[in-house]
């Protein structure tokens, strides 16, 4: 019988810990909700910075994302992980935002943490992130950045956007299709190559 790796235990202890965090918070322990925010307060701001182009907005909408799941955590159910309910709150969140603003702002920088899940052999990866989400609609920068980025399953992702994962296989699909067809990035990184990234 194979032990699980130590990868797969640690997320498992943090998916308890997590989840014991919660039961205190549903039961008035508002120290345990600190606990929480500590535990993804640098990726939702990451999400939202990506999305809202700006520190600002990202600091603003971070603090309200956490607001609105801490007034709505008596509705989080255990069947789904609670980072994905926390990124549909997120998701929603910054699509509203984005309708105030009355268009789209360009993602342009991830944290480099981030960024080398896409681009880990390139020079210059800022510049080649903004020109690569350039050519991306709202619709397509959401699905690499948690396809790519977040490491989401077409099936989470659907939870989060209210979306078919057969259709989103499909937009992912196409997508990638125009990555590839992307004229070269000036320095020599083609948008090609980066697709294959994907």
């Known amino acids: 019988m194979e032990r699980p790796s130590p990868g797969a235990e640690k997320i498992a202890y943090n998916s308890e810990v997590i989840e014991s965090a919660i039961d205190q918070v ?30 600002e907005g990202a600091e603003d909408a971070t603090q309200d994302i956490f607001i609105k799941a801490y007034q709505n955590i008596d509705r989080y159910e255990k069947q789904a992980p609670f980072s994905r309910w926390l990124y549909k ?57 948690l396809k790519v980025v977040e490491q989401y399953s077409f099936e989470e992702i659907g939870q989060i956007m209210d979306c078919k994962p057969a259709t989103l296989r499909q937009k992912y699909a196409r997508l990638r299709k125009k990555l590839t067809k992307q004229k070269k990035y000036e320095g020599g990184v083609s948008h090609g190559e980066m697709a294959k990234r994907t």
């Open 26 to 55: 549903k039961s008035g322990d508002k120290q345990a909700y600190a606990f929480i925010i500590r535990e993804f307060e640098k990726k939702i701001y990451t999400y939202c910075y990506c999305i809202l182009k700006s520190r």
């Open 89 to 145: 709150i997120a998701y929603y969140h910054c699509l509203d935002q984005i309708r105030k603003q009355s268009r789209w702002q360009q993602l342009v920088s991830l944290y480099r943490e981030r960024q080398s899940l896409l681009f880990s052999s390139y020079d210059n990866t800022e510049q080649a992130v903004h020109e690569l989400l350039t050519h991306l609609n709202r619709e397509e920068r959401n699905i690499l950045l």
